[in-house]
């Protein structure tokens, strides 16, 4: 899609809708759009907002959507048939490197729905796929069935210890790694902030590439207001979403 069009908000249906657990369901839309996993597009219902999704899908176009406030419940409320209007793809997706190895990804909460979609995308590419996931608790695990059917390996943790490893997302690191091919190990997260710093302070001490997909209020998306600012000077909607380190501590090149 052309920069322009991706700047112009497009009406799309809901075609079909997955429960994937308690607190969160993926919006499965009618069309497709030309995009790399850990692009977003910004959503846009009339009187009630616009808020950044991270594309799920993109053939078609799926939006996971976690149900925490005002705007993600109304986008729970949309039934098969209803109208959403999304601007993009928008922003820097993960740019896997060649030729293609082992890759770990790790994710928490709603951040592992675009790690679905790259997993699709290094498996088709030829990579040998290793995944964490990590939440709470069982219930609030996310795409783990999806993540097996593809045959990604999987490591879970929940912090409360009811499935998998007690604790964070990144106490599994080590034994992921252990278990990975001897290919060389590419990480790639999405998840709440606090784990991306922790992944990348990981990736940092073990020298291993990382890309991080990084959240940050939004509100233009387009790099005018300024708002999804971190560090000294990233614009997360336009060198991000996903950076090649963490951007609170590195600063932009060039
Ligand atoms: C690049 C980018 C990609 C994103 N991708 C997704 C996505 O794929 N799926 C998705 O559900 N959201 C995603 N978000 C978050 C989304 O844009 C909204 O912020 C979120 O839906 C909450 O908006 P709201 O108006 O419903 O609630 P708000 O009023 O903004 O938030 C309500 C309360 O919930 C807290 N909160 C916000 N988000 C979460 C969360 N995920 N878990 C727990 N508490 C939270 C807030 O701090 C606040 O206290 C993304 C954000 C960015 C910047």
Redesign the pocket.
């Given at each position: 899609m052309s920069e322009a069009l991706a700047g112009l908000h497009r009406p799309y249906r809901v075609a079909s809708i997955r429960l994937e657990n308690a607190a969160?369901r993926t919006l499965v839309l009618d069309r497709s759009l030309a995009a790399d996993p850990g692009q977003?597009v910004m959503?846009w219902l009339p009187d009630v907002?616009e808020?950044?999704?991270?594309?799920?899908g993109a053939d078609p176009v799926c939006?996971?959507?976690?149900?925490?406030?005002?705007?993600?419940?109304?986008?729970h409320t949309l039934a098969v048939g209803d109208r959403i209007w999304l601007r993009g793809p928008l922003?820097r997706g993960f740019a896997p490197p060649s030729p293609a190895g082992h890759a770990l990804l790790v994710g928490g909460?709603?951040?592992v729905?675009?790690l679905r979609f790259l997993a699709e995308r290094l498996l088709a590419a030829g990579w040998h796929v290793s995944a964490i996931v990590g939440a709470r608790r069982a219930a609030d695990l996310l795409l783990v069935e999806a993540l097996a059917a593809l045959g990604v390996r999987l490591w879970l943790t929940t912090e409360d210890g009811s499935v998998g490893l007690r604790g964070l997302a990144t106490d599994a690191f080590d034994a992921a790694l252990t278990a990975a091919p001897e290919a060389r190990t590419t990480v790639f997260a999405c998840g709440?902030v606090g784990m991306l710093a922790a992944v990348a302070a990981l990736c940092r001490t073990r020298g291993l590439p990382v890309q991080l997909?990084?959240?940050?209020?939004?509100r233009c998306a387009v790099g005018l207001c300024g708002s999804?600012e971190v560090g000294a000077g990233w614009l997360?909607?336009l060198d991000?979403?996903v950076f090649p380190c963490d951007p609170t501590v590195a600063l932009p090149m060039g």
């Open positions: 969160t977003f959503a907002g808020k950044p999704f991270s594309l799920a939006l996971t959507v976690a149900a925490v406030g005002p705007f993600s419940r109304a986008l922003g909460g709603y951040g729905a675009p709440p997909a990084w959240e940050a209020h939004m999804c997360t909607c991000g979403p």
